[in-house]
C-alpha cells in the first residue's frame, strides 16, 4: 500500500526534475547556439516530412489517374488544376492542358471519383472547364439500379437535382446517377452522383431528386481530359 502510494508521488518528482532539467531546450529564453540550431533542424526535416507527404499522396492521385486511362475506351490526358477564375471553389476550372495537348472545345473532364465538366475554352498550354455544378449546366442522366432517365442541373449551394424524372420511375435515394448519351456530349455510365432525397417537383408533371455530387468541387487537384478519337483515315 505504501508503495502504490508513493508511487504517484515518486513520479511527480521525477517528471518535475526533467521538466526543470530539460526546460531550457523548449522555453529558456537564454538558449545556446546549438540548440537553435537543433530547432532550426526540427522545423526543416518537419517542412520535410510535410512536403514529401503531399508528393506521396500526389503521386497516389496519378497512379488511380493513370489506372483510368488504360481502362478508358479513348484517350485521355491528365493535368493539374492551377486555379479557379471565381476565387478558390467557384467558377471554371484552368487546367494546364491545351491544344498542344489534344485538348478540343467540348472535351468532358473527369476524376477518379466522377464527373467534373465540359471544357469551355482551350489555349495552347492551357484550358477551361465548365464544372457540372455552374449554373446553366444540363446533363442527360439516368439512375441505376432504377433507370429512370432525367435532366441533371445545379441546385442550391454546391447541390445537383435530377429533374424531369418520369412519374412512373422507382427512383430510391442511394442510387447512382450516370451520364447518358443522349444529351450528345457525355458518354454513357460516367458517375454524377447519389440521389440524396425526392423533391416536390411540378405537381402532376415529374419527379426531382436531390442529388449529392460524387466529386468534391472544392478539393479538385488532379483531373482527366478525354480527347477526341483521331480521325479515320481511308
Do not use: H
Amino acid at each position: 500500500m505504501l508503495i502504490l502510494l508513493a508511487g504517484p508521488v515518486l513520479l511527480g518528482g521525477v517528471g518535475s526534475w526533467l521538466g526543470a532539467r530539460f526546460a531550457f531546450l523548449f522555453f529558456g529564453p537564454e538558449e545556446d547556439q546549438s540548440v537553435e540550431e537543433l530547432r532550426a533542424f526540427a522545423v526543416e526535416l518537419m517542412l520535410e516530412n510535410g512536403a514529401l507527404r503531399e508528393e506521396a499522396m500526389k503521386a497516389a492521385r496519378y497512379r488511380t489517374l493513370l489506372g483510368m486511362t488504360r481502362t478508358l475506351p479513348q484517350e485521355a490526358v491528365a493535368g493539374r488544376v492551377l486555379y479557379r477564375t471565381e476565387g478558390l471553389v467557384e467558377g471554371t476550372l484552368v487546367i494546364d492542358r491545351g491544344s498542344r495537348d489534344g485538348v478540343v472545345p467540348g472535351a468532358v473532364c473527369i476524376t477518379a471519383e466522377g464527373l467534373v465538366g465540359v471544357v469551355e475554352e482551350v489555349a495552347e498550354a492551357t484550358c477551361e472547364v465548365l464544372p457540372i455544378t455552374s449554373p446553366g449546366m444540363r446533363v442527360s442522366c439516368m439512375t441505376y439500379p432504377s433507370g429512370a432517365v432525367g435532366i441533371l442541373q445545379p441546385g442550391p449551394g454546391r447541390t445537383l437535382q435530377l429533374v424531369d424524372v418520369d412519374l412512373s420511375s422507382s427512383v430510391a435515394p442511394g442510387d447512382e446517377v450516370v451520364t447518358s448519351r443522349y444529351g450528345g456530349v457525355f458518354r454513357d455510365g460516367l458517375l454524377v452522383g447519389t440521389v440524396s432525397e425526392s423533391l416536390t417537383g411540378r405537381a402532376g408533371l415529374a419527379l426531382e431528386f436531390s442529388v449529392t455530387p460524387a466529386v468534391d468541387f472544392t478539393r479538385i487537384s488532379e483531373v482527366l481530359i478525354l480527347l477526341e478519337p483521331p480521325p479515320e483515315t481511308e
